[in-house]
């Protein structure tokens, strides 16, 4: 765990853009008391869910322990924006997935599309070269016979 209370606050970026959100001219003392009081909240709402978990005999927490965690701390009415936020994560991250997975597709696609042209270059090189050999062949021939 923390070694120091203030090793479980948020960042004070965050806190800071949160506070301007909400009014113009954030004190520091309101910095740090809104600081404080958003750790409390994460870790209060991480231990009920983690008593969720720990029922179901699991040792990670996910987010239907936390949806359950915001009920039992009759935060009822967060719980549709959650779901909407969480469904908006997941979509983001189907989307870097599906991007992701056709960046690899095309990149497998022009490695081998590279590969069968260096075979096909390699194959006329060859042809070339026995070509040559052939030519060479009949020369030495004409050579002998004179």
Known sequence: MAERPEDLNL????ITR???????????????????????FVLYATSC??????????????AGDVMSAMEEMEFE???QPL???LEAYKKGQKGKKEASEQK???KEKKSSST?????????????????????????EEEDVEN
């Open 104 to 106: 690899r597709k095309d």
């Open 115 to 139: 590969d069968e042209n260096d075979k096909s270059r390699d194959e006329e090189e060859d042809e070339h070269m026995d070509d040559e050999q052939e030519g060479e062949n009949e020369g």
């Open 11 to 14: 960042p004070n970026a965050v």
């Open 77 to 79: 009415r967060f719980l």
């Open 83 to 85: 779901r909407e936020a």
């Open 18 to 40: 949160i506070i301007k959100e909400a009014s113009t001219c954030p004190l520091r003392e309101a910095r740090r008391a809104i600081s404080q009081a958003a750790s409390v």
């Open 49 to 62: 869910a983690n008593n969720f978990a720990m029922k179901a005999k699991r040792k990670t927490l996910n």
